[in-house]
């Protein structure tokens, strides 16, 4: 190729602009160096002839054998297979290669370092980004490359007010075209912006252009931007151009033609559909050979995401796989703390005071650990205040539990009274420090009651349920009267003090007194302490421990009702714990009228106590034998809940007791 090669594109035309020093008709000729390296605008409405003009540059330029590249918006150029090998490639069926922006760097190449002439077909990607990418990514590979090889190259660009807009902002592929437009002439990379809207074209595109062609425009807006370039009397004479003639304005010899092209001789994909039949003419192909590098990047392409498909079906497995496990790592962790809640329940039961243990149970141990430094401080009063067991009578100090036979007065001074024929014999104190080396039940590892609990998985609302409730109500049953009543206050107030709960249940009120008969309550965990010399009802929390906090409030509260039976009279029980005991029946809760559970209340207690010049309840009283029938019926029932292991255990305490 020399400087001086020229192509033959139009003819001069008569009118405004025309060339005065030639003839209409004379030939007009691009000088192919300023054509391939060069910045062009190709503008006109629709239908003005502008997609021909850059289809007539195009072909004389294959006619001589210099590669382009048409970046097709439209899919209108591929009639030019009519005629030149020229390489399809795109996003359709009719592209003689599916591309994607993985094949960027080798359509460089094959245009560039091969010659190959390639249409560029963006407009089958049903994903604009996809597209964009495309794009992008082939222009930065000519622009890298050409700054190597310095070779004259062309790239066509057809909608080019889509990629750099004049109002709206440039993406990346907007700026890498600018990019091209400024620098791209030094390295020998030509670009040609094809628009229907001059006035939507970034300026800065437009004032860089060498050569500029202005087919028919008719907007206002269009035909400003043609008077501000050419001149007023231009922006008048383009609304009235014929279809293929146009402005040509050209750096080289800085002059402005009226000029008519000629027609493109290839076939004209993007003409109006007429009333005459369409036939697509006979398109060549390119050679088998240069589509297969291409097609092996698409095999590769295609195989790397089935791989990548196969990873993610695999990590999604995984993942699947992790949360079941997760799941049941959750599951085993709850049902091991329900089977530690169990556990706990059942060792409690063992040490139970109506069992001869001091009361204390696993649970109620971790719940004194929660408040140490308040219990600490109770245990010091119970220290100083508690009776000798040997005055009280019984290990617990109270004068009227039915367990003990004897019915010592308040005070712990011993009651000669007669004793129930069918109460049990009387224990004898036993310290704290003998309880250790008790004898009387087999012994139970944790295991075996883990094992046990373990049973209850398959059958939480029936097995494991009336344990508990049998476990509340058994640590219940152990307590004395007045103890039950001072429970029973709790339950009425939700946070008290001893003194207030001993007086409300018949006792004296004593200091003494009071934290005597409360010892077994707050042992037995149906109390917590709650600040400041307070206590708190705490049935409702055991039940949430026992079950992990697994069960809503209203089968909370269906667990409680069934454990309250065991002190509470059923006047009391439809009414809310914080109840006015006047509102019971309409009248005094504490008095014999509202019982019949069959038991005596602490309160018939105190009245009793007072009436009888000082005798207890225990005296001459058949109401002993009440609590024993109600109990072995209400044991009876729950003991049917359970499981063979806990029931086995169950009856070994109960032979041991006998």
Known sequence: MTEQETIHVADVSEGIGGDATAEPGSPVELPVVDVLTGRSFITGKSGSGKSNTASVVIENLLDNGFPVMIVDTDGEYYGLKEEYEILHAGADDECDIVVSPEHAEKLANLALEENVPIILDVSGY??????????????????????????PFLLVVEECHEYIPEGGGMD?????????????????????????RPADVKKDFITQCDWLC??????????????????????????????GEAFLMTDWDESIRRIQFHRKQTFDAGATPGLDDFERPELKSVSSDLVGELQSISDEQARRESELADLRQELDKKRQRIHELERELEEARDLSNMADQFAQALLGKAEAPYRGGNGRSVASAASADRSQADLDVYDAVDTETDPDPADSGTASGDPTDPADGRAPSDSGDANEGPQSADAPPTPEPVD???????????????????????????????????????????????????????????????????????????????????YSRHRPVRRAGLIRHAGRGH???????LIREAYADRLDDESVDEI????????????ERSYPPDADPTDVHGGDARNGSGRTDGTRGAETHDDAHVSNGGKT?????EGTEEPAAQTAE????????????????????????E
């Open 634 to 657: 209400d044991n009876s029932s729950l003991r049917s809940g359970l499981s063979e292991a806990a029931r086995e255990f169950v009856d070994r305490s109960r032979s041991v007791d």
């Open 535 to 541: 206590y708190a009802y705490a049935v409702p929390d």
């Open 432 to 514: 704290d420090s003998e309880q250790d080396g008790r004898d009387d039940v087999d012994p139970v590892t944790r295991d075996d009651v883990a094992e046990s609990a373990l049973r209850f998985d398959d059958a939480v609302e029936l097995g494991t349920r009336e344990a508990v409730i049998e476990e509340l109500r058994g640590r219940i049953g152990g307590l004395t009267d007045i103890s039950r009543g001072m429970l029973r206050h709790y339950r009425r107030e939700g946070v008290s003090d001893p003194v207030a709960a001993h007086i409300d249940a018949g006792g004296d009120g004593d200091t003494e007194h009071a």
């Open 617 to 621: 309840e225990g005296e001459g009283d």
């Open 560 to 571: 409680v009702r069934a454990v309250e039976t065991a002190f509470v009279p059923p006047a």
């Open 172 to 196: 990346e592929t907007g700026k890498m075209l600018i990019k091209v437009g400024k620098r791209g002439r030094k390295h020998g990379l030509g670009i040609v912006g094809i628009s229907q």
């Open 126 to 151: 049903l994903e604009e980004d996809t597209a964009n990418e495309l794009l992008l990514e082939v222009v930065k590979q000519l622009f890298a490359k050409e700054k190597r090889l310095k070779k």
């Open 214 to 243: 202005w087919h028919r425009l008719t907007w206002d807006n269009d035909t400003k931007v043609v008077g501000r370039i050419l001149g007023s009397k231009y922006a008048s004479a383009v609304e009235d151009l014929g279809d």
